[in-house]
């Protein structure tokens, strides 16, 4: 019998390596609608809330920018917006600011893509209510990727000027390059215990997975190649995401099965710093 993840569990911090910090901040801020919590000479955390950090930057020394689906890492980290409008207003202001913008209906919500300097995927997107949400046969929630009513979403702005990510914004998904399907699933599902939600390694090489029912937590995908290479030291990119578990029992249940698993866990002042098959680091840690 496999394990199950604690259904309250949700993402957190998650950390990037960039090659010019002042750039970053300067497209956060202005593109994405980060404000700056605390800054350094080569970091720098950013925030929704203008109190907890939700994005930090660091800048590393002869940093190598990583071409798009070149290696295992982020392909993209996606930022839930509460409303409709306010995915319009995000919208409107990725227009007037001129980057290229990809987007999708996916059935159980409406997103937008970027890439910020560093070849870093960002989704900013909004969730249709649960209950509109379907399951084919096999159990696996039916997505798309149909062309978004942009004139809608325009339309749900009008009149309203946009100062940023609005409060209520979370850290939805995350979407990975991997090495190989197998090996990720066994982590993710098999030990850690986060549910498939999304089978499509049949049709196109990637996995879909959850805790509590959400339509996906964390995407897999092997569009970067099978055994893609990690990236360099030096290279931009993910440095680390977050889980953050809902209290410590939970935690400690899920590094158990991480230990009995062989799965090397390193504890730190918050809770543990642990990679996967992949090389993508990851931190557990309990809510605050």
Partial sequence: MFPTLNPDIKLGLVQLNVSNLARSLQFYQEVVGLQ???TSASRA???IDGSHPFLRLEEIPNARV??????AGLY???ILLPTRRDLGLSLRNLIQSGIHIGQADHLVSEALYITDPDNNGI???CDRPRDTWRRDT???YIMASDPIDWDGL???AEGTEWHGLPPGTTMGHIHFHIKNLAASKQFYCDILGFDIVSDARATMQALFISAGGYHHHIGLNVWAGEDAPTPPSNG???????IVFPHAQALEEAVERLHHAGVQTNPQDQGYDVTDPSDIHLKLIVAR
């Fill in 154 to 156: 325009l339309s749900e």
């Fill in 45 to 47: 955390d950013l925030t």
């Fill in 236 to 242: 931009t990119g993910l440095a680390y995401y977050t």
């Fill in 123 to 125: 989704e900013i997107y």
């Fill in 138 to 140: 096999a159990g696996n």
């Fill in 66 to 71: 990583t071409p798009r689906r070149s290696a």
């Fill in 36 to 38: 700056v919590l605390q």
């Fill in 76 to 78: 993209h980290f996606a």
